[in-house]
């Protein structure tokens, strides 16, 4: 990416083209906040599941699998689940700016009550993290889409540079908390998320003044002091138009089969580490690496991946496909990539002590990033453009309960993981992912329809 500023287009007279590649200048700063927070966010999700089932003589908790895996779902369920909560908060009461910065402060507190040794402060710190996150999540994403007018065709472009940030992010973390918990002390792992944190908070404060713009045009929106009373502009008792409800219901659509995304997806933290932990060779060359690391494998692929998609989304222009479509073909490749790890689940079902090679994962993860790549960016721009203006972040909040399913989904799955033998359990999740996909295709002309013309 480059700093250099092309000139704006007449569509774009008079809009910010200062930041990078012709953006908005507020996106760096909001592409560094969020890259910090997923650093943290990731990089104690790396080895939270190990660090619960690792005995207490290594420092662990010595939970059973089935156990650290309900603690685990309900943990990132539950960090999903906040959002709706977080963005109602920021529509009502305190705005989006102080949502993300309040939201910052409580989850690094979170992480560094977690590097105390003791119970009471590891549950206490998962509940800070879940609040913080709540009051973030959806409200950094409102920011991103505020910095963009109506109609402003950069949109999706910034949207993926944002979802850089969080890849990057998601890609370190792992690999410096990952290694400090895996090969250090855990708590360590835990602290370092926390300072992870801090570097956002410092960044989001210093930048404030490049959001000065989208805050602007966030203010100047009908707010739900209106919506609360159950009030439209025209004084309606109906809260929205019959166009908004249809676009609420394409919404709705979309929340249904994200959230079979994630629970397949997100078995990366809970399932899939326990595998790379237990049953793969963690080595190269003969040099051995923390089994956490594999999480940064997702991340990974999508900073080689995401420069591609965007071209080939710009390259395909109105040939591309649509949103609806995406999505089904995200599900497909979820199938694909537990499809993939049947046999590798086989073989490590062998026999004890069997170990496969690393390369089992890193394909399907290769896979499953092509339809992260079709969903989530994609999922974030359109709901804000489906959106009604006056609850953006509260439908933004809406939106992540699909990440809360799905993730309670991945840890309820991984507490199959010691009682189903393995090709059973990723053949499950291979079947059920491309079900949904074929459903999806189906459904691809009415959900088109419910958009109104927004693809």
């Known amino acids: 990416m480059t700093n250099a500023s092309p000139p704006p287009p007449a569509a774009l007279a008079g809009a910010d083209t200062a930041g990078w590649a012709g953006h908005p200048r507020g996106l760096s700063?909001?592409?560094?906040?969020?890259?910090?927070?997923?650093?943290?966010?990731?990089?104690?999700?790396?080895?939270?599941?190990?660090?619960?089932?690792a005995s207490v003589a290594n420092g662990g908790l010595g939970f059973d699998d089935r156990h650290a895996a309900t603690v685990y779902g309900n943990y990132v369920g539950s960090v999903w689940l906040t959002p709706i909560l977080g963005g109602l908060i920021a529509d009502r009461f305190l705005g989006q700016y102080k949502s993300v910065l309040v939201g910052g402060i409580i989850i690094a507190l979170g992480h560094f009550t977690l590097a105390f040794k003791t119970l009471s402060t590891f549950y206490g710190g998962l509940v800070l993290i879940v609040i913080g996150t709540g009051l973030l999540k959806p409200n950094v994403s409102a920011l991103v889409g505020s910095l963009y007018?109506?109609?402003?065709?950069?949109?999706?472009?910034?949207?993926?540079?944002?979802?850089?940030?969080?890849?990057?992010?998601?890609?370190?973390?792992?690999?410096?908390?990952?290694?400090?918990?895996?090969?250090?002390?855990?708590?360590?792992g835990f602290a370092a998320a926390g300072v992870g944190m801090t570097l956002g908070l410092i960044q989001y404060l210093v930048g404030k003044r490049r959001l000065q713009p989208g805050l602007d045009r966030l203010a100047g929106r009908p707010m739900a002091t209106a919506t609360a009373k159950g009030l439209t502009n025209n004084g309606a008792a109906n809260g929205f138009t019959a166009n908004e409800w249809k676009r609420i219901a394409a919404v709705f659509v979309f929340f249904v089969f994200a959230t079979i995304f994630w629970g397949a997806y997100e078995q990366a933290g809970s399932t899939l580490n326990l595998f790379g932990d237990r049953y793969t060779r963690n080595e190269v060359f003969g040099i051995s690496y923390p089994s956490s690391w594999y999480v940064s494998v997702q991340a990974g692929f999508v900073i080689l991946l995401a420069p591609i998609f965007a071209w080939l989304w710009v390259r395909l222009g109105p040939r591309q496909p649509s949103s609806p479509a995406k999505f089904a073909l995200a599900l497909l490749f979820a199938g694909l990539a537990f499809l993939l790890l049947v046999p590798a689940g086989a073989m490590a079902h062998s026999g004890a002590g069997v170990r496969v090679s690393p390369l089992w994962l890193v394909g399907a993860y290769f896979i499953?990033?092509?339809?992260?790549?079709?969903?989530?960016?994609?999922?974030?721009?359109?709901?804000?453009?489906?959106?009604?203006?006056?609850?953006?972040?509260?439908?933004?909040?809406?939106?992540?309960?699909?990440n809360a399913l799905g993730n309670?989904?991945?840890?309820?799955?991984?507490?199959?993981?010691?009682?189903?033998?393995?090709?059973?359990?990723?053949?499950?999740?291979?079947?059920?992912?491309?079900?949904?996909?074929?459903?999806?295709?189906?459904?691809?002309?009415?959900?088109?329809?419910?958009?109104?013309?927004?693809?």
């Open 368 to 402: 499953e990033e092509w339809g992260e790549l079709c969903l989530s960016p994609v999922g974030l721009s359109v709901v804000t453009k489906l959106a009604p203006k006056r609850v953006l972040s509260l439908m933004m909040g809406v939106f992540f309960l699909s």
């Open 408 to 455: 309670k989904l991945a840890g309820w799955t991984a507490g199959f993981f010691s009682s189903m033998p393995l090709p059973t359990l990723f053949g499950a999740t291979a079947a059920v992912s491309l079900a949904a996909a074929v459903i999806m295709f189906l459904l691809i002309k009415p959900v088109r329809n419910l958009m109104g013309g927004v693809l």
């Open 29 to 53: 700063t909001l592409f560094f906040t969020e890259m910090w927070e997923r650093f943290s966010y990731y990089g104690m999700r790396a080895f939270l599941i190990l660090y619960m089932t």
């Open 149 to 188: 007018e109506t109609g402003d065709e950069r949109r999706d472009a910034g949207f993926s540079i944002f979802y850089m940030g969080i890849n990057l992010g998601a890609f370190i973390g792992p690999i410096i908390a990952g290694y400090l918990a895996q090969r250090v002390d855990w708590h360590l």
